[in-house]
């Protein structure tokens, strides 16, 4: 592929919210970019700001600052029209599928309402063929068509979100939890569904989730996030085999594993994620992190370097 | 082919499931037997009200005295007896139920309209909109209902119109706190936000998204302020704030009979059962909606 | 097995909820037996009838609509389905207690965390309120939240604070069992690591049984002796860590293992159980996982397949299983 073009490409994004108590620092600063065709992994826990970057990508909530290039435009600069027809490109599946279908429209008229906001079908009989065709492609049944949200169980209705995202032809998919709210045996069901959607249409993910495992499984790149700040980025596989941030150790031998073999003792981070409310100019994890230094509160420690496609936000971790 | 006929069966099937929401929302309602009775009362009422005059003429039947006939009691001609001037009741009753709902009805409407208006802004925009229009709001409902439509039909004079005006106001804040507060917890649902990721602009999502969804609290507030509407006209034409007389209102019956109720209780017993009978009914109703209309307590 | 080393038998339970749209047979003929300092794993998906198996335990089924029709539950020797409503009141508490998932909902809002926790004392073990307070305040401890934050309200606690808060209301009165259901699912994961791991010092330091309620098959791993997989309302398996996860015999659970996205696996492509849950208002006859099984017969359509053993602590219930033998 056009290693040189990256389909999206996020630079030094802020996100602060004004609270009674001071700014909230959201997303603080961070930036990636994602190849075509790949899927870019975010992981971190509630209150890391990993929906917040989600959200910001795609300006359903506006960023304080920094820059979004979607195939080398700024996104953020774009007049409300541009950005609504830019929409098309880029769509987002939401966490819960019991929230995010409106509960008085038919299966046929969500999966619809895109095309017909964006006038993309010539007659009523085009659009409902087109929204059998996606229907199909998702795996739902013909016979749903005129059946609401409540009648359907959530592997079916996230398989509706999927579709009313695929229906425009997106390239760029932001998918925030799509199955942390269903079971193991439906979760495998949409994981899969992810990835052929993915070979057959070549669609670019980013996936946020707070389940190490379930990227471990989809991404290509995975950025670890921790109180609003990347701490560790890397290929998928150089990261689950060589952690270099201790968060990222934590997090990966906190995950219970269903299995006997290597069963390894856990040990559990102390403490809990400090406030994003006015956080102090250190390194954000120094709090409970077994390894800290005086170095660690000496300011924010940059994203480095560590070779290969490998960064990661820690004094402690050289070459 | 086979499969055509396959397909058509299956149209068939998709055509039925169609209606199935507002199915299922009356199969809720009809296991529910006092929301039923209520609804029957309601449904009587109705009819009754729209062909009153087929039921009994006004000029000749309802406002006409023939003080030779005063104070009767209940008979085979004067189903509910007479009142005090020899007006037969029972068609006295019946244009009564005809002011009663158009009053009730009428008055709601206003208060749905302003008061749902006024609390979609509040609710939609939030901020300093909400805050004014929001503690305009609190000043009415700080003045009980009775007293604020006193004040109005007192300034205006009293007429049926006014007399709408004046109830219809009244209620206007809990419309509007009901709106608000349904808008305000739809629109942080993520069905708003995906609206908004496939394109949706403002007017559209308002419309198609949060509405649809905010209907079922004020349709069942509406069913329960069309009793209170009618209680309240009965109230203020008790007091003679109201509709004036010799117009048959159930409130007006109530006062003007009093005076009689040792020699003759059935001139202030029926008008008074009725209006109990009205409004709960329609409270039964409301409530019977209520019920069926939520599909959060569905199992 | 040595009978009084038993502290909870379940045999045959059945659970209905009789609803307007039909009922609802959340539990079918389930059995499970927990011995006493042992850890019981209860695995299964949404709708498995996990959480009524456990609120049957306490006899606290919503009624109506919900009827115990069939079975028996022993616990420490008292038969619980025959016990009145003041014996039953008692042994809350005391005898068996519940963690429930959502910490935040568990916990009353207006009360300080110290003072709930010092009720449990008040109610079942009728002291005075001040020698309450102070063990309230060592069962804080205990859990490792410093007793002066006991007059501190639920909302000025952490997630998975609050979950600490309750597991020491739990453990207030010494139960001998405890029913964990799903006590991590609403926590991140580096809380959840803490969480597990202060639950299982404190049950081998009070030495309790445990009944962990959980959808997720690593949690059993790292806190069960013994695991139960229940499916529509039955144990469709059990056995002992080992028996489930090196080998295992239902295709149930070999298809809830095939699901997980496995850590050390990438490349495996998940291997999902197609079809859905049967619907508890209208179970298919058999098996209830044969219209989603691989490796269904005709056979497994007719008749209930009987829990069988293979060995003296693995037992199954699958009619393929019945053949090998």
Not at chain 3, 268 to 277: D, K, Q, S
Request: charged fraction near 20%; proline fraction near 6%; glycine fraction near 6%.
């Amino acid at each position: 592929m056009a290693e040189e073009h990256p389909i999206l490409e996020v630079r030094n994004l802020k996100k602060y919210f004004k609270t009674p108590k001071g700014m909230l620092h959201a997303v603080d600063d961070v930036s990636f970019c994602i190849q075509r065709g790949k899927t870019l992994g975010i992981v971190g826990e509630s209150g890391c700001g990993k929906s917040t970057t989600g959200r910001s990508i795609l300006r359903l909530i506006e960023p304080t600052s920094g820059e979004v290039l979607f195939e080398g435009r700024d996104i953020l600069r774009l007049s409300k029209d541009e950005m609504r027809r830019m929409r098309q490109k880029m769509q987002i599946i939401f966490q819960d599928p019991y929230s995010s279908l409106n509960p008085r429209m038919t299966i046929s008229d969500i999966i619809a309402e895109p095309l017909r906001l964006h006038r993309l079908c010539s007659s009523s009989a085009d659009c409902e063929k087109r929204v059998q065709r996606i229907m199909e492609t998702v795996g739902l049944a013909e016979r749903l068509v005129n059946s609401y949200p409540h009648e359907l169980d959530g592997g079916r209705r996230q398989r509706v979100g999927i579709a009313r995202a695929l229906v425009l032809q997106p390239s760029f998919i932001v998918c925030d939890e799509p199955v942390s709210a269903l079971d193991v045996s439906i979760q495998a069901q949409i994981l899969n569904l992810m990835q052929d959607l993915q070979e057959q249409l070549h669609l670019t993910y980013i996936f946020i989730t707070h389940n190490l495992s379930v990227v471990n499984h989809l991404a290509d790149e995975i950025a670890v996030m921790y109180l609003g700040q990347v701490v560790e980025k890397a290929p998928a596989i150089e990261l689950f085999e060589h952690p270099q941030h201790p968060y990222t150790k934590a997090l990966l031998s906190a995950i219970p594993v269903p299995s006997l073999k290597k069963r390894t003792e856990m040990q559990p981070l102390t403490g809990e994620i400090s406030s994003p409310i006015n956080p102090p100019q250190t390194c954000r994890f120094a709090p409970r992190c077994p390894y800290a230094c005086d170095r660690c509160t000496e300011g924010v420690p940059a994203l480095r370097h560590l070779g290969g496609e490998h960064y990661v936000a820690c004094c402690l971790c050289q070459q | 082919m086979k499969n055509s006929t396959a397909a058509a069966t299956e149209k068939e099937q998709l055509k039925k499931r169609k209606r199935s929401q507002m199915t299922e929302i009356w199969r809720r309602m009809r296991r529910n037997r006092l929301a039923m009775f209520g609804l029957v009362i309601v449904s009587i009422l109705i009819i009754v009200a729209v062909f009153a005059n087929q039921i009994a003429d006004y000029n000749t039947v309802a406002i006409k005295q023939n003080v030779v006939e005063r104070l009767q009691g209940p008979s085979a001609e004067h189903w509910a007896g007479t009142d005090e001037f020899g007006r037969d009741i029972f068609a006295r009753l019946v244009h009564g139920a005809r002011i009663s709902l158009l009053v009730g009805v009428v008055a709601v409407c206003i208060a749905l309209v302003t008061g749902g208006i006024l609390g979609a802004i509040a609710g939609y925009f939030g901020g300093t909109v909400d805050n004014v229009i929001m503690r305009i709001m609190d000043i009415f409902l700080s003045i009980p209902i009775l007293l604020l439509a006193i004040m109005i039909v007192a300034a205006l004079g009293s007429s049926m119109l006014n007399l709408m005006i004046a109830i219809g106001l009244a209620s206007m804040p809990t419309f509007a706190r009901i709106v608000r507060a349904s808008v305000l917890s739809v629109k942080d649902q993520e069905f708003v936000e995906a609206a908004r990721a496939i394109g949706a602009k403002n007017d559209h999502i308002i419309l198609r998204h949060i509405m649809p969804n905010c209907l079922s609290p004020i349709i069942v507030q509406a069913t329960l302020r069309v009793a209170t509407a009618i209680l309240s006209t009965a109230s203020l034409s008790f007091i003679s704030l109201g509709i004036q007389a010799p117009a048959p209102e159930w409130g007006a019956m109530l006062a003007s009979g009093r005076a009689y109720i040792r020699d003759a209780p059935h001139i202030v017993i029926i008008p008074g059962l009725l209006i109990m009978i009205t409004i709960l009914s329609l409270n039964l109703l409301g409530d019977g909606l209520r019920d069926a209309l939520d599909p959060k307590l569905k199992r | 097995m040595n009978n009084h080393n038993i502290l909870l038998d379940i045999q045959n339970l059945s659970v209905e909820f009789r609803t307007d749209d039909g009922v609802v047979k959340a539990v079918n003929g389930m059995s499970l037996q927990i011995e006493r300092g042992k850890t019981l794993g209860l695995v299964g998906e949404t709708g498995a009838g996990k959480t009524t198996t456990a609120l049957s335990i306490l006899r606290l089924i919503p009624d109506p609509p919900g009827v115990i029709t069939d079975g028996s539950i022993t616990l420490d020797g008292e038969d619980i389905l025959a016990a009145g409503k003041h014996q039953l009141e008692k042994m809350r508490g005391s005898l068996v207690s519940m963690i429930f998932q959502d910490p935040m909902t568990s916990l009353d809002p207006v009360l300080p965390v110290g003072e709930q926790i010092a009720e449990v004392y008040i109610l079942h073990e009728r002291i005075s309120r001040q020698e309450a307070e102070k063990r309230a305040g060592e069962m804080l401890e205990l859990v490792g939240i410093p007793a002066l934050r006991g007059r501190d309200y639920p909302h000025q606690f952490s997630g998975g604070m609050k979950q600490r808060v309750v597991i020491a209301m739990a453990l207030a009165c010494n139960p001998k069992l405890l029913i964990a259901d799903e006590p991590t699912t609403a926590l991140d994961v580096t809380i959840q690591a803490q969480v597990l791991k202060l639950m299982k010092e404190l049950k081998s330091k009070y030495d309790m049984s445990m009944l962990m309620i959980t959808h997720d098959l690593g949690i059993v791993a790292e806190v069960c002796d013994e695991v139960s997989v229940m499916y529509a309302g039955r144990v469709v398996e059990h056995g002992t860590l080992e028996d489930i996860y090196e080998h295992t015999a239902h295709p149930y659970t070999e298809g809830l293992f095939h699901s997980i996205p496995n850590i050390d696996a990438r490349a495996r492509r998940l291997i999902p159980i197609p079809g859905l849950m049967p619907d508890p208002t209208d179970l298919p006859p058999g098996c209830p996982f044969a219209p989603r099984c691989s490796y269904a017969v005709e056979e497994c359509g007719k008749a209930l397949p009987a829990s069988i053993s293979l060995s003296d602590t693995h037992s199954v219930a699958c009619i393929l299983r019945q053949k090998e033998e």
